[in-house]
């Protein structure tokens, strides 16, 4: 089993840019990895997944372009940059790690190893 640890949430001006990191306690070159988040009273969605050599992403329609997945397999290290963030974007985010042999799913009911979560707070 993988162990997920996700830093770097906080409090941000809207516009502004918060940089996430999950670090995780085993190889996860054996996994596709996500980010989820999910906001009061909402369901967990769907945020930015990457397959297992980083060479597929898929974004949500509401961050593309906005923001970035990367991982780094030899650090056991996945990121998400968030740029022209917006109040929208207020949420817990989630770091997950899926060990099926596909393409990266969406749904986080195919995940099976979650992080603890980081607030992002966007607000003036």
């Known amino acids: 089993q993988v162990q997920l640890v996700e830093s770097g949430g906080g409090l941000v001006q809207p516009g502004g840019s918060l940089s996430l990191s999950c670090a995780a306690s085993?190889?996860?070159?054996?996994?596709?990895m996500g980010w989820f988040r999910q906001a009061p009273g909402k369901e967990r969605e769907f945020v930015a997944v990457?397959?297992?050599?980083?060479?597929?992403?898929n974004y949500a329609v509401s961050v593309k372009g906005r923001f970035t997945i990367s991982r780094d397999n030899p650090k056991n290290a996945l990121y998400l940059q968030m740029n022209g963030l917006k109040p929208e974007d207020t949420a817990v985010y989630y770091c997950?790690?899926?060990?099926?042999?596909?393409?990266?799913?969406?749904?986080?009911?195919?995940?099976?190893?979650w992080g603890q979560g980081t607030q992002v707070t966007v607000s003036s």
């Open positions: 997950a790690a899926d060990n099926g042999w596909r393409d990266p799913p969406l749904s986080a009911g195919d995940y099976g190893f």
């Open positions: 085993g190889n996860i070159i054996v996994y596709n």
């Open positions: 990457i397959n297992r050599s980083g060479d597929i992403t």
